[in-house]
T-cell receptor
Framework: AQSVTQLDSQVPVFEEAPVELRCNYS??????LFWYVQYPNQGLQLLLKYLSGSTLVKGINGFEAEFNKSQTSFHLRKPSVHISDTAEYFC????????????FGQGTELSVKP | DAGVIQSPRHEVTEMGQEVTLRCKPISGHDYLFWYRQTMMRGLELLIY????????DSGMPEDRFSAKMPNASFSTLKIQPSEPRDSAVYFC?????????FGEGSRLTVL
């Protein structure tokens, strides 16, 4: 079985400050890794994904994430946040051998203040 | 493409009533997923289909829930009878080989 743990339920930060949203996962098989963002009253949108290759992945809106296999982590970072980054962020894994099944963490609410 | 289309966007009903949520996936996508989102439990996968065939329904809460995909362009999630604890946002999502695309969700309130 797989599980995803997002270590912070809420992250308040000031505009233009750096931010890191933490994600750890547990799986007995290899997985693909994803970060999604959800703005209020909307569905989820893909920010970035790690399938293979370089462990540093760049996504949309200036976000990036680093896959660390030994620590089973996939933390999301942005060097300077904007008010418009205020949203809920979800880390997710998809096992190689289980078709399309995507398993989500509980989410981290990022609140950017002026 | 219009994206994944869900209806209704909002539904308020009384306990015991039947609820049907609808989803139109993106054309050409062969996987379709139903998720439920609540404050307490986060995002839960209820069921997913591949080429219109249910692959994993282990997340369906109980017999009151059923899902169908009669063709590649339409799926339904039915709750009968509904209960207050079913109140949630229900998301449909679809994909082919790439990323998962989500609809905007159906917010269900059962009184």
């Amino acid at each position: 079985a797989q599980s995803v743990t997002q270590l912070d339920s809420q992250v308040p930060v000031f505009e233009e400050a750096p931010v890191e949203l933490r994600c750890n996962y547990s799986s007995s098989v290899s997985v693909y890794l994803f970060w999604y963002v959800q703005y209020p009253n909307q569905g989820l949108q893909l920010l970035l994904k790690y399938l293979s290759g370089s462990t540093l992945v760049k996504g949309i809106n200036g976000f990036e994430a680093e896959f660390n296999k030994s620590q089973t982590s996939f933390h999301l970072r942005k060097p300077s946040v904007h008010i418009s980054d205020t949203a809920e962020y979800f880390c997710a894994v998809r096992p190689y051998n289980q078709g399309g099944k995507l398993i989500f963490g509980q989410g981290t609410e990022l609140s950017v203040k002026p | 493409d219009a994206g994944v289309i869900q209806s209704p966007r909002h539904e308020v009903t009384e306990m015991g009533q039947e609820v049907t949520l609808r989803c139109k996936p993106i054309s050409g996508h062969d996987y379709l997923f139903w998720y439920r989102q609540t404050m307490m439990r986060g995002l839960e996968l209820l069921i997913y289909f591949n080429n219109n065939v249910p692959i994993d329904d282990s997340g369906m809460p109980e017999d009151r829930f059923s899902a169908k995909m009669p063709n590649a362009s339409f799926s339904t999630l039915k709750i009968q009878p509904s209960e207050p604890r079913d109140s949630a946002v229900y998301f449909c999502a679809s994909r082919s080989t790439g990323e998962l695309f989500f609809g905007e969700g159906s917010r269900l309130t059962v009184l």
